[in-house]
Structure formats: structure tokens, C-alpha cells
């Protein structure tokens, strides 16, 4: 069965240091894997994915994924965090299912960051 | 363009009472889709419809229903509400095709049962 997994329910950085939010995932065929951001009070924002082709992903805020399949890893990461980084965050995988499941994301229980000044 | 909308923001019932939340989108997507997310659990899904006219059972489907009323809208309905339905409710709706594939999510209900 395909499953996503957090290993760290939270990660503290100190403003202007890199941070990395780790992921790993479980899958029989080629992942299809994303990022997403919740603010406080907000919905879910789509940051990256990885369909295929190169390894690093960039996305939006500066974010940036490193695919590695050996590893079945998909960490976030960001060179130089801001207080404003802060937030839950979430990998998920694409449902690899047949017919109408297919498309639907399987999410990690996410990782809350804090990055203080 | 106001994306994926959710109505109420918050809601508190009794223990047996029913209630409806709607989701409607405006960006004419096939797929949409219900969560619920609890402290330490994720995002964790209730109900989905690829397509108007289906639906289909997520991974806690027990004490919802839904209706694709038609393909703007999805609602969530819970027939006799317990505590352990209180929770985070989110809908998304998603852009389908390999390179274009995200979903977008409403601002969330709010939901405690009593």
C-alpha cells in the first residue's frame, strides 16, 4: 500500500539558517509526490510536486524538494529560513489506484515548523 | 475567481444533530474531494467524486454522506453528529493531467460537537 511518512513532528530553525522538512514515501511505481503549506487558520496551499525529470524541484517562496529514489526521500527544503516560514507542513503522494481513485493524495501527518528570529 | 469556497467557517452542534456543509469551485475541475484533518493525523479522506454524477468512499467514510449536486458544487452532510466527528472539514478541488495535477483547497469548517 502506498504511504507517505513525517518522521519529525517539529523542526526548529533559526532565521536565516537553511531548513530541510524530511519526507519519505512508499510506493510499487513511479511516485507522483508533493508539498503542501497550511498557515494558521488556513487551507492547504500547493508549494511543489515531482512528476519526473529533474531531482530538484523548485517552488513557490523559495522552497525547493530533492528527489531521491534510492532513498524513496522527498525533503523540503529552503537555504535561508524566515520567520514567516512558519507553518504545518505536508508531503502526500498520488494514489496510484485505478478508475477514480487515481489522482487522490495519500498525505504524511505533517510537520509543524517554527523558525524564530 | 474565488477558487474553492467553504460555508459555514464554524459550527458547533449537539450530540445527534445534523448538518450539511457545502463546498462549491469555480474553476470548473472534474475531481473534488472532502478531508478532515485532526491534531496529529493529518489530512485523512472522507469522500471523493471524480466526475458529476459519482461518488465515492475515502478512507473514513462512517457518519457522512455526500451529493455531487452538480459539478461546481460538494457537500458533506452528517446525518446524526457525534464528539468524534469534531474536526477540521476541508474540501479541495483538482486540476487533472500529469504536468498541471495540484489541488486546491477551501479555507476549511470549523466543526465541534458537543
Known amino acids: 500500500a502506498q504511504s507517505v511518512a513525517q518522521p519529525e513532528d517539529q523542526v526548529n530553525v533559526a532565521e536565516g539558517n537553511p531548513l530541510t522538512v524530511k519526507c519519505t514515501y512508499s510506493?510499487?511505481?513511479?511516485?507522483?509526490l508533493f508539498w503542501y503549506v497550511q498557515y494558521p487558520n488556513r487551507g492547504l496551499q500547493f508549494l511543489l510536486k515531482?512528476?519526473?525529470?529533474?531531482?530538484l524541484v523548485k517552488g513557490s517562496y523559495g522552497f525547493e524538494a530533492e528527489f531521491n529514489k534510492s532513498q524513496t526521500s522527498f525533503h523540503l527544503k529552503k537555504p535561508s529560513a524566515l520567520v514567516s516560514d512558519s507553518a504545518l507542513y505536508f508531503c502526500?503522494?498520488?494514489?496510484?489506484?485505478?478508475?477514480?481513485?487515481?489522482?487522490?493524495?495519500?498525505f504524511g501527518k505533517g510537520t509543524k515548523l517554527s523558525v524564530k528570529p | 475567481n474565488a477558487g474553492v469556497t467553504q460555508t459555514p467557517k464554524f459550527q458547533v452542534l449537539k450530540t445527534g444533530q445534523s448538518m450539511t456543509l457545502q463546498c462549491a469551485q469555480d474553476?470548473?475541475?472534474?475531481?473534488m474531494y472532502w478531508y478532515r484533518q485532526d491534531p496529529g493525523m493529518g489530512l485523512r479522506l472522507i469522500y471523493y467524486?471524480?466526475?458529476?454524477?459519482?461518488?465515492d468512499k475515502g478512507e473514513v467514510p462512517n457518519g457522512y454522506n455526500v451529493s455531487r449536486l452538480n459539478k461546481r458544487e460538494f457537500s458533506l452532510r452528517l446525518e446524526s453528529a457525534a464528539p468524534s466527528q469534531t474536526s477540521v472539514y476541508f474540501c479541495?478541488?483538482?486540476?487533472?493531467?500529469?504536468?498541471?495535477?495540484?489541488?486546491?483547497f477551501g479555507p476549511g469548517t470549523r466543526l465541534t460537537v458537543l
Open positions: 474553476m470548473n475541475h472534474n475531481s
Open positions: 467524486s471524480a466526475s458529476e454524477g459519482t461518488t
Open positions: 502526500a503522494v498520488r494514489d496510484e489506484g485505478y478508475g477514480g481513485s487515481q489522482g487522490n493524495l495519500i
Open positions: 515531482y512528476i519526473t525529470g529533474d531531482n
Open positions: 510506493v510499487s511505481g513511479n511516485p507522483y
Open positions: 479541495a478541488s483538482r486540476t487533472e493531467g500529469d504536468s498541471t495535477d495540484t489541488q486546491y
